[in-house]
């Protein structure tokens, strides 16, 4: 492109626009261009929108012949702002990330020199990961091939997951019918895993239609069965996960251990079961829960609520969402407070004071919401906390408006921040909130400065191209494997069933699938059923614990066959039970589970979490207090 910038009318020099450069542009455009609307929403889904046609190869010049005959994929006032869009980066000199590969496509489509100096150029041209190229990418390679005919492409179109990307399997799987004379060469041994691995992958794979045909095989022993394993909810699903790790510690390092998940927003249940474990572990491709920035902003609010002198949290929130107060407000109300040594909640009280203080009045509404705020939190169970701080505050509205690209993600984890405080109130009744920030407080800390060295953390797609002994899968369920905004989709389907094959093929020797059989929404609980893909798996592959057989396949289910247990036992200890162990301390009885007669209490304990303990190595206590 620096080479013939020219000849697309621009000069060599030319600048490269990143996002935050992109965003300043379309909204300098939106504002021009829309009289009434959320520009911040607007420049989200013009965002999508210039990337999608973009990495489709379609050309400014093409763009309204596609609206027309793809209606729904343009938004209102697409064509006009991707038009006025390249004219405002024509004059500015700049392209964006995305025209770095649209232009050499513009080059190459309109310029027969350039295509041909290029052709010359390169005479053999070779491309990894083929099934990750784009329509624009594809093209491109097409042109610079079309001289010499020289052209190896690699891939594999069971790990085509980028489609958000733009990423279009077809490239590679229809790669025979724009090259009729390519031979096509099948890798089909896998050098990874074991043979039930192999198997169990292929088998769940080959039921997407729109693939290429291969039969892998693998000269690897059969190895373990894929176990599956349901649990009652998401907090038990965590706690089994982390007892396995530990339970497995001496043959597998915990460097060697991963755990995969489609969403970000299921870390939480996860890192906490860990912690409680001391499990180190380290989260790729995203931060750990607590730290994320919509998590840090409600914890600092809750803090605030349980301790106004708080000043660390009052500076986080105190123009989080924007309320209109700058620095001079803050320089102002800090000023008060450091003159009368108190905190910065009662030095902004201290400047509402003063008629003289410009920014009085925000404050005061400021300081209304904060002090209504903390008498309605304080007054109400812990649970409904989240759910009052975002009606009062507005705060989602906020997060749609600065991320809209973000913001799906973003609310999941708040969601997931609202589970974590019911659970631990139905653990602990009649708990309050600084007893909830000092226990999360608490067992973070307690993780600073452990080993760096631990169990791998990421989502599946952070997990291509990588490789672990030991491998967990949590939450293979309708509604979150597949995703929710893919069941309806036969495509969106089958790219959630090549993204389950690729978490199956990054484990080794040893894999299992969890699922719960809940998982909360709020104050809600909603049911998730198993996923679809694991009934496309053959029985013989997978050693499913008995409550995920009666789920999965319960024609199969062994017959409940009743014991007797001691009378005492039975009258004496049962679900919400306050007991004490001599080892783990106090703790609540949560449920019973059953193996083959042995029966044991699920007890979380105030220190430790969850643990599965004999009836008989527990004392009922008065209180879990």
């Known amino acids: 492109l620096r080479e013939f910038a020219g000849e697309l009318g621009y000069e060599p020099n030319f600048s490269i626009y990143d996002d935050q450069d992109v965003t300043r542009a379309l909204k300098h455009i939106l504002k021009q261009v829309i009289a009434k609307g959320d520009i911040p929403q607007l420049v989200g889904e013009m965002k999508n929108f210039l990337h999608f046609v973009k990495t489709a190869g379609v050309l400014v010049s093409e763009i309204e012949d596609f609206a027309a005959q793809n209606p729904t994929r343009v938004p209102t006032a697409g064509v006009q702002i991707y038009r006025l869009y390249q004219e405002f980066l024509a004059q500015s000199n700049a392209m964006d990330f995305n025209d770095l590969l649209l232009n050499v496509l513009l080059l190459l489509r309109t310029n027969e020199r350039v295509k041909s100096i ?89 039921n997407n239609k729109k693939r290429a045909v291969k039969t892998l095989f693998t000269n690897a022993p059969a190895g373990d069965q894929l176990e599956v394993h349901l649990e009652v909810d998401g907090e038990m699903e965590a706690y089994w996960i982390a ?81 209109g107060l700058g620095d001079k407000a803050l320089e102002t109300l800090q000023k008060y407070a ?173 894999i299992s699938l969890t699922l719960a059989k809940r998982r909360r929404n709020f104050n809600n609980e909603m049911a998730h059923p198993p996923s679809r893909f694991l009934l496309e798996i053959p029985s013989e592959l997978m050693a499913l614990s008995m409550k995920a057989q009666e789920a999965l396949r319960p024609d199969e289910a062994p017959v409940q066959i009743d014991y007797i247990y001691d009378e005492t036992f039975e009258g004496d ?18 449920g019973f589970d059953v193996h083959l007669g042995a029966r044991k209490a699920v007890v979380n304990f105030r220190d430790f979490g969850y643990r599965k303990i004999r009836p008989s190595q527990l004392q009922i206590r008065g209180s879990a207090d």
Not at 134 to 149: G, M, V
Not at 168 to 174: G, L, V
């Open 118 to 206: 290029l052709g010359n150029r390169y005479q053999y041209i070779m491309v990894d990961e083929f099934q990750d190229t784009n329509r624009t990418q594809f093209e491109i390679i097409q042109h610079l091939a079309d001289r010499h005919q020289n052209l190896m492409v690699v891939g594999d179109d069971d790990q085509s997951i980028y489609s958000w990307r733009g990423a279009t399997p077809s490239n590679i799987i229809d790669f025979d019918r724009t090259y009729p004379t390519a031979t096509r060469i099948a890798l089909e041994e896998n050098y990874r895993c074991t043979g039930n691995i192999v198997a169990a992958a292929s088998k769940l794979v080959a």
């Open 243 to 323: 007892e396995e790790i530990y339970k497995e510690r001496n043959k597998f390092e915990y460097e060697d251990v991963a755990i995969f998940y489609r969403t970000n927003s299921q870390s939480r249940s996860l890192e906490e079961a860990l912690l409680r474990r001391r499990i180190p572990y380290t989260i790729y491709g995203s931060v750990e829960f607590y730290e994320r920035l919509e998590i840090k902003d409600l914890l600092a609010y809750l803090r605030l609520m349980a301790n106004p002198a708080d000043d660390v949290s009052f500076l986080r929130i105190y123009n989080v969402p924007t309320r």
């Open 338 to 510: 450091t003159q009368q040594g108190v905190s910065l909640w009662k030095g902004a009280e201290l400047t509402i004071a003063d008629p003289k203080q410009k920014a009085a009045p925000k404050l005061k509404y400021l300081l209304d919401l904060l002090n209504a705020l903390r008498k309605e939190i304080l007054e109400s169970p812990i649970n409904e906390a989240v759910k009052t701080l975002l009606e009062a505050t507005e705060y989602p509205d906020y997060l749609k408006k600065k991320y809209p690209d973000q913001y799906a993600d973003k609310m999941d984890n708040i969601q997931e921040l609202a589970a974590g405080i019911i659970e631990f109130e139905n653990k602990n009744p009649g708990t309050s909130l600084a007893t909830w920030i000092e226990t999360v407080s608490l067992v973070r800390e307690d993780a600073k400065g452990k080993e760096s060295k631990g169990v791998s953390m990421m989502t599946l797609h952070m997990a291509k191209g990588l490789e672990f002994p030991r491998v967990f899968i949590a939450g293979v369920e309708d509604g979150l494997l597949p995703h929710r905004n893919s069941i309806e989709d036969p495509v969106a389907i089958e790219e959630e069933r090549r993204l389950l094959y690729v978490g199956i093929t990054r484990a080794k020797s040893r």
């Open 573 to 590: 200890i049962e679900e919400g039970s306050n007991v004490f162990h001599p080892t783990y301390g106090r703790g609540t009885v949560q």
